[in-house]
């Protein structure tokens, strides 16, 4: 039994009022007796087909269980068909296939161009750049361990670098500001982790399965925390960087300082990630206070600049 077929067999019978047992099998090539056995399972599967005996009987889907397409406006078609097809250039797999396929069964033919082009008035890529590691192929393989409970192994990179050998049970995937994570029970810390997919390596399906525990979604709001633990810093900028520094401050925080610069109240907290920022934009930014902010900047310049010989 194909699963493929049946699908197909639901679609057909949710556009058509009634089709009979030997058009269905003249169009899968399969016997009048499989037809039969489909439909059951269909039936088991908790969609209602009846069965009309006679000229012009056959199969139908029992009319309370058909949803009228009108009942989507070509707004939320294209709103659900912009969401399953970026999931589906990222993640394949036979139920986003399915779902794709019934929701275009929806569409009108007199209304398929206006949807059509709705759709592409928003494109979501979540692949990579050219050049940038390809983790489509780790999603795919958390996705299958989601769905049979099986067990990954894998190394782990934390912050400074350092690579642990691990084994977890997968519970989510989480794609969170462009950068996608995994939630998972660690059996080597003997707890709840978000793993980073980009500092997973050499991820591996293990055959051995998991009865699934109890678990709560991973925290991802630190909004609250950070601010909390943020102090602002004050930087002097060139305008041309100043786009990048927008995607961490507010327009208020933001005053023109001549034609060419700008001063910024930035958010900062003392730890590297936050020193490699500052770093990364080079020598269009000064930053101005605190002191011990400043004089922390100019010793790992100097680090750097002994590093090539400077």
């Known amino acids: 039994m194909k699963v493929d077929r049946l699908v197909s067999i639901i679609l057909i019978l949710l556009e058509t009022e009634r089709v009979g047992a030997q058009e269905l099998a003249e169009r899968f090539e399969v016997s009048p007796r499989t037809i039969y056995r489909d439909i059951d399972a269909i039936n088991m599967a908790g ?6 005996s006679g000229v ?4 139908a889907i029992m009319e309370q269980y058909k949803i009228d397409k009108n009942v989507f406006s070509a707004a939320d078609l294209s709103a659900i068909l912009m969401g399953l097809s970026s999931l589906s250039n990222m993640i394949r797999g036979e139920e986003l296939m399915n779902a794709l396929a019934k929701v275009k069964s929806f ?3 007199d209304r398929a161009k206006d949807i059509e082009r709705k759709t592409n008035q928003v494109r979501i890529d979540l692949s990579p750049w050219s050049g940038n ?3 489509q192929p780790d999603l795919e393989l958390i996705q299958t361990a ?3 409970n099986k067990l990954l192994s894998f190394s782990y990179a934390d912050q400074r670098g350092n690579k642990t050998a691990r084994r977890a049970e997968p519970y989510q995937l989480v794609l969170k500001n462009s950068q996608w994570y995994w939630h998972g029970y660690c059996l080597t810390r003997n707890d709840f982790r978000l793993f980073k997919l980009s500092r997973t390596s050499n991820l591996q399906l ?3 399965s998991f009865s699934p525990r109890e678990h709560s979604a991973p925290q991802l709001d630190a909004s609250d925390l950070l601010a909390q633990m943020q102090t602002p810093i004050t930087l002097r900028i060139h305008k041309s960087v100043l ?3 927008l995607d961490y401050c507010n327009d208020e ?3 023109p300082d001549g034609e060419e610069h700008y001063i910024v109240r930035y958010p900062f907290l003392e730890k590297d990630y936050y020193y490699g920022i500052l770093l990364g934009l080079g020598d269009k930014c000064e930053c101005l206070s605190p002191e011990h902010v400043r004089m922390e900047m100019k010793r790992r310049i100097t680090d750097m600049a002994r590093v090539y010989g400077g």
């Open 253 to 255: 925080d933001i005053s």
């Open 146 to 148: 989601l769905q049979e």
């Open 47 to 52: 969609i209602p087909v009846c069965s009309t």
């Open 56 to 59: 012009g009987g056959g199969f």
């Open 206 to 208: 293990l055959d051995e």
């Open 107 to 109: 569409i009108p033919a």
């Open 133 to 135: 590691r390809n983790l």
């Open 243 to 245: 786009e990048r520094v």
